[in-house]
């Protein structure tokens, strides 16, 4: 996806949480942080800060890392330092420099080389005393007067190669927190947002100077339930539509990365030992309370849990009682899923999963996930909302948006 050729300065993207240079996510931690490689999103392979592999096992690999690259804090992007870096991830059986530019990474398990394109194994110096130090085209500012997230262009080449032009990029991103109701950004005249609020799409589109454009299809909602009971029916396509959600929403397509992994795991869950059940006397379906779309899920279920029971409902849900929706912080909901303190749980995990099967890399909670019967519901899409001027901005088959990419 190839937005714009011109690029203002600067300009300001909205987002909902509290803005934080965070790796893993998906709209300011890829312009700060590169992975050794990218899928794009035509599901193609291409060099981040490698620019070149191979592997003879899919266990032992070997990259060649671009040259003249750096870190933000003006470190040589080596075989040695991007090691140092990548030595503190558990993921890797170990990993060592070869010579100035040609790192070996050793895995535990063969993988396809896309592993390597997962935003948790992005490079970053973590020694750095404030903001760990990446590689990617901009940079945080540091000094800030008024303490908000503000990144900064590098001029890195950005592409498939080390001599990739850059296409047109603003100088200067402002980060800008404004809660769950983004119609607060769009009022605030911010030049982007990413959102699948339908209520603050509509919204922009109903004011002047503001384009809407969709982006991929890149989260799945799940329902975590503490067992099936009997055979478990298919849930309709129609049980959870658009306009219930309040988003862009589709039946959850298969195949869903998760698939078979683990002993006895179904083809839509995780299954293994699920936990023990709500430990509440009222059985309780718990959700994120700043994630409308998971509450919206959640109600619905409770409300069709009600009465006469469809049987994709009842088999899903090991409770004679009608249960509560109720939603929690995150910390509550982690505990949840670790101790089995809840009849079921919505949550939101990424369609994308670089590598296949593997849990404990997956969303902020998927670690926790594998014990639990998961169902897959829905798919989400995300919109671009922006003003003309934002530079050329790509999407990669993750979702994750990208500055400055031919």
């Known amino acids: 996806m190839a937005v714009d050729d011109t690029a203002r300065s600067r300009i300001t993207l909205g987002v909902a949480d509290a803005p934080a240079p965070g790796f893993n996510d998906a709209v300011t931690g890829p312009q700060l942080y590169e992975t050794l490689v990218r899928v794009d999103c ?12 191979s592997s003879d096992n899919g266990r032992d690999w070997q990259f060649g890392i671009r040259r003249g690259a750096t870190f933000s804090d003006g470190t040589p992007a080596s075989a040695r330092s991007v090691a140092a870096a990548l030595a503190t991830l558990p993921d890797f059986a170990g990993v060592a420099a070869m010579g100035e530019y040609d790192l070996r990474v050793m895995l535990a398990e063969p993988a396809d080389v896309r592993l390597f394109a997962r935003r948790s194994l992005a490079v970053r110096r973590t020694e750095v005393t404030a903001t760990a130090a990446g590689t990617g085209g901009y940079a945080p500012l540091s000094d800030s007067p008024d303490r908000a997230l503000h990144l900064v262009a590098r001029g890195v080449p950005a592409g498939p190669g080390a001599d990739a032009a850059r296409a047109p990029v603003p100088d200067t991103i402002g980060v800008r927190a404004f809660g769950t109701d983004l119609r607060r950004a769009v009022d605030a005249g911010v030049d982007m947002l990413v959102t699948h609020d339908a209520a603050a799409i509509a919204y922009a589109r109903s004011r002047s100077g503001y384009l809407i454009e969709p982006l991929t299809w890149s989260s799945t909602y799940v329902l975590a339930a503490t067992g099936a009971v009997g055979g478990q029916a298919d849930v309709p396509a129609d049980a959870f539509p658009s306009g219930v959600v309040g988003a862009a929403a589709r039946p959850a397509q298969p195949p869903f990365w998760w698939d078979g992994c683990g002993a006895g795991r179904g083809a ?31 109600e619905r279920i409770t409300a069709l849990a009600r009465g006469r029971t469809p049987q994709w409902v009842a088999s899903r849900l090991a409770s004679r009682d009608a249960p ?83």
Do not use: K
């Open 268 to 298: 839509d869950d995780f299954s293994g030992a699920a936990p023990a059940g709500s430990t509440a006397t009222q059985p309780r379906i718990l959700f994120l309370r700043d994630d409308p779309v998971a509450r919206a899920i959640a």
């Open 42 to 53: 035509m599901d193609r392979v291409i060099a981040g800060l490698a620019i070149e592999w």
């Open 324 to 406: 509560t929706a109720v939603g929690v912080g995150r910390a509550e909901l982690r505990a949840a899923l670790e101790d089995g303190g809840a009849l079921a749980i919505v949550t939101r995990v990424r369609r994308v999963e670089h590598g296949g099967c593997n849990p404990d890399s997956t969303a902020e909670y998927g670690s926790l996930l594998h014990r639990w019967s998961v169902t897959a519901l829905i798919d989400i899409r995300d919109d671009l909302v922006y003003r003309p001027g934002i530079g050329r901005v790509t999407v990669d088959a993750d979702g994750t948006l990208r500055f400055g990419d031919r």
